[in-house]
C-alpha cells in the first residue's frame, strides 16, 4: 500500500538540513495545534501535498481555495552560525489515519524526508492523562511534564542538551510511533516531543509546552506562544461552563468547545 502515497511537489525549494515535523492528529490534537501555529507563526508556504487514493474524498476550501487533506509547507533558513533557526517543513491533516494508512504514511514521510537530504523529524505528541487530579473542574493546575524520545543516540542527546526529559517508558501509538520505529531501523534521526495532554478535547495548553520546548530545541528565537495558552484558557473555561449547566441539569450543546487553528 505505500506505493500508493505519493507526494506532489508544488513549488520547487531547497530543504537540505531541514526539520520535518509530523503534523497529524494525535492525543488532545497536540500535534496538529502546533503544526497550525508553526505555519500561520512563521509564514510557511505550500510546497506540496501527500495524496493517495486511500485518502478522505473531501477538499478543504479555505479563502476560496481547495486545499488536499493532507499538505506540506517549508519555510527559509534564518539565520546562520550555532544559534541559527532550523529549516522547517511541517506536514499537516485533518483527518485521523486508520490503522491500515499509519505504516504507509509514515514510511512515505521518511522516504521523502530522506530523498530531501532533510537533517531529523519532530514529532509532537500528547500524552494521556490518567490522573484525577488534573480533571479540569477541580479548577486545580498542575505542572505538566514535557518528555522526549530520539530514534538515534544522536537524538537522544540534542534532547538531553535542550533540557527535554527522557521518555523511559510507555507506549507511543499512531503515526509519531511509526516513526520512531523507522528512524531507528533506518538510523535516521527522529524524535518524539510529549506533553501531558487531555484526549477529549483539543489540549493548547500541552501544545503550548510542546511548543516552547520546539522553539528552544530548534527555532532559538523569541516565538511568542500566548495565544496557545490563552485558547488553552478559553477552551477550559468552556469546559467548566458546561460541567456546570451538566451538574444544573441545562443543555450544554451550543458552547462546545472549538480546536485552535
Known sequence: MAEDIVIYE????????ATVIDGF???GLV????ANYLINTMKLTQIGIMDSVFFPTVSLVREGIPQNPVR?????KVGDGPDSSDQLVVFISEFQPPPNLVKPIASAILDWAQDQKCKMLVSPEGLVIDKESVEIEDGQEEEMGVYGVGSTQW?????AKSGV????EGVIT???????????RRDFNVSTVLAEAHPDYPDARAAAQVMEM???????IDLDVSPLYQEAERIESQLKTIHKQAQDGKSPAQHQPSMYG
Open 10 to 17: 508544488l513549488k520547487r525549494m531547497d530543504i537540505r538540513g
Open 25 to 27: 492528529p494525535s492525543v
Open 31 to 34: 500535534s496538529s495545534i502546533v
Open 72 to 76: 506540506i509547507y517549508a519555510g527559509e
Open 155 to 159: 537524538m537522544r542527546n540534542e534532547l
Open 165 to 168: 526529559n527522557e521518555f523511559t
Open 174 to 184: 499512531g503515526v509519531a510511533g511509526v516513526l520512531l520505529n523507522e528512524g531507528r
Open 214 to 220: 520546539i522553539n528552544k530545541f530548534l527555532l532559538h
